[in-house]
């Protein structure tokens, strides 16, 4: 039976709406690489991030998924301090953290 309020037939139905396309961790190498070469970030600032993205894939290459993925929450961790510190405009961290939660979800 319809579904119907007061007589008439809503026409309540579901539609998928797909997210994001998922991010690789080459994804997120390069954003840190954009955001380095436009100025936002200096050199130290990018390296601390690409160190985290380096360790991440080293874990789980050795198969340490748990300690890889603990890696790169402390990388979404240091976006987050580079946010606070003004170093990240809100949009530019929230980019690189929905990136990072899709290599991990990946």
Not at 28 to 45: K, P, R
Not at 60 to 72: N, P, S
Not at 84 to 92: K, M, N, R, V
Request: hydrophobic share 40%; net charge negative; proline share 5%.
């Amino acid at each position: 039976m319809p579904d119907t309020h007061d007589g008439c037939d809503i026409g309540a139905f579901e539609i998928e709406v797909p997210g994001p396309p998922p991010c690789t961790l080459e994804d997120l190498g390069a954003q840190v690489d954009a955001l380095q070469a436009d100025g936002v970030l200096n050199g130290g600032q990018a390296r601390a991030l690409r160190r985290k993205l380096d360790q991440y894939a080293g874990l789980l290459d050795r198969g340490k998924t748990d300690e890889a993925e603990a890696v790169l929450e402390d990388f979404r961790g240091q976006v987050r301090d580079l946010e606070a510190d003004g170093a990240l405009s809100a949009e530019q961290a929230a980019s690189l953290d929905l990136c990072a939660a899709s290599v991990v979800e990946g």
